[in-house]
């Protein structure tokens, strides 16, 4: 009986706790009374703890020192890891940067490899040919040109840096649009331009960029600065060394420009064709109105509107025919002048009385003004 009398009072308090907020300030107070309870029995566990801390042998704490150590350098590890992606991603913002200014698509690679050969200038990237990538495909970085691909593979492509001496590009100043030939020393810190005539205007500084000529690399690509300028008055031509823009010794994320294929006449058909679709979506009722030949067409118009106006106007100047005559050809123009609407006079009267001054101009100027 008491069980059952205890059972029924604890189903009562919990319908009446979970529907109602009568107990919610006994079970508040409760909590505090609980939480001394809660306290007394975990007080074992912490004094236990204490006196193992307290007696602790000396190989576990010099094991545990050793686990913080390695732990430490792991920690350590990854900073350094994170600190290189960092410099990653800030590479890789600079690529975005330069490929926003190039106008054909380009694909992002990365180098993976470099020829042993001292003599020669070759990398090899992770781009092949199951990607695209063609023969003689220009290759730069986030600061200019760096080579064109000369070997391919299915998954890899090798590439010829321009500092190779088995390499030329055709460039031009960008100050004055003087044209030269850029050719590999062997440096990669240097290039030369050959056969300069010793009076052309080039100097120190000069920005030195691709030209376009040979149809292997697009036109306006950075090259080269120019680095110094020699003048020989016994030689026919000056030497002229300059620096490659791009980091050919350390980038190690490349562009890959796909050109546009398309011919100068396909890319004059393909402008002229989005022109008129532009001026047809938004500039083909502008045109008509500008025009202000279709004169015929504008009185019948000024003649429908106002049609007591055109009679009035021809007694002032009976040669004027020509904004008569479509006048007359209209309906509403056939009407008789008595017919005129003479409920709003004041609308009317100022248009025919104003250009009554001039009369050689009054019928040009009426209409235009009218319409």
Known sequence: MRLLVLVVLSVALMVVDARFTLLKPVRSQMSLVLMQSYWITDLPQRLWQGVASQFGSRT??????????????????????????????????ELLNSSALVNEKVEVAELIGMDPN?????????KGERDGVVLGQP????????????????????????????????????????????SGTGNPERLELRHVADTADIKEGDLLVSSGLGQRFPAGYPVATVKEVIHDSGQPFAIVRAVPTAALNRSRYLLLVFSDTRTPEERANDA???????????????????????????APAAAAAVPATAPAATPAKPAATTPVKPAAAHPAAAKPPAT????????????????????????????????
């Open 60 to 93: 576990e704490l010099v094991a545990e020192n050793e686990k913080l150590k390695t732990e430490n350098l792991l920690l350590q590890g990854r900073m350094q890891k994170l600190a290189a992606l960092t410099e990653q991603n800030v590479r890789l913002r």
């Open 118 to 126: 001292p003599f020669t200038h070759r990398i090899i990237i992770n």
């Open 139 to 182: 290759v730069l970085d986030a600061r200019g040109l760096m080579g064109q691909v000369v070997e391919l593979m299915p998954y890899t492509s090798r590439v010829l840096l321009l500092t190779d001496t088995t390499h030329s590009i055709p460039v031009q100043v960008n100050r004055n649009g003087l044209r030269a030939i850029a």
């Open 272 to 298: 002229a064709q989005a022109q008129e679709n532009l001026d047809a979506q938004g500039g083909g009722p502008i045109i008509p109105a500008t025009v202000p030949k279709p004169a015929a067409v504008i």
């Open 340 to 371: 005129a609407p003479a409920a709003k006079p004041p609308a009317t009267q100022p248009a025919v009385v104003k250009p009554a001054a001039k009369p050689p101009v009054s019928a040009p100027a009426t209409t235009g003004g009218r319409e």
